[in-house]
């Protein structure tokens, strides 16, 4: 990826100065999930070739863990079984130290929910409650296993269909979480 973005970056510059135009800006999106230690090797590389890098600092859990939380939990807490790995604060944190300079990162925001379908039927379940691996079922909008928009889960919490109220840990810093439909599925977002 360095090498292509390098030759991009390259050919951007001899344009600009054939056409007096000004440069094309290069950016790139990179993973925040568990699949972005393959980059540490070259992402110094990739650092000095693009404008910004966008951090997809979302997706960082779901249901496959079977356990339920937030996918973008912003800070290490009490909360997070798997250390401070999968937190959006870790992500960049790992960034910084492998090369990335931090004028350039620029951190993806979810407007959307992950969805847990519970391994027993609990309205009081919060997050670290035992899922059943899979997703919960589809939005009326979304349409897609596993996530939920956000209007879809404020619809849940003022429809009634909502079995507990939304939670907010501050320590989480803004994650919220509702279960619903009788306490069989959960839903773990942001409500910043």
Not at 25 to 37: D, F, H, M, N, T
Not at 89 to 102: H, M, S
Not at 176 to 181: E, M, N, P, V
Request: glycine share 8%; with cysteine; aromatic share 8%.
């Amino acid at each position: 990826m360095a090498a292509l973005l390098e030759v991009m970056r390259e050919e951007f510059e001899k344009e600009a100065q054939a056409t007096g135009y000004e440069r094309i800006e290069l950016s790139v999106a990179l993973a925040g999930g568990s699949k972005r230690a393959a980059l540490w090797n070259s992402l110094s590389r990739i650092d000095a070739a693009v404008d910004f890098m966008n951090i997809m600092s979302y997706e960082l859990q779901a249901a496959w863990t079977g356990y339920t939380n937030a996918h973008t939990v912003l800070k290490t807490c009490n909360i997070t079984r798997q250390g401070n790995q999968h937190t959006v604060e870790n992500v960049l944190d790992e960034y910084l130290k492998n090369g990335a300079t931090l004028p350039k990162l620029i951190i993806g925001m979810a407007t959307y929910g992950r969805t847990y379908t519970l391994a027993t039927a609990n309205p009081d379940a919060g997050p670290e409650s035992p899922s059943n691996g899979t997703a919960a079922s589809k939005g009326t909008c979304t349409n897609m296993d596993g996530n939920l928009a956000y209007f879809e889960i404020k619809n849940l919490t003022t429809s009634g269909r909502a079995t507990s109220n939304e939670s907010i840990d501050l320590n989480l810093t803004y994650t919220a979480w509702i279960t619903y439909d009788d306490g069989k599925s959960w839903v773990g977002y942001d409500n910043a």
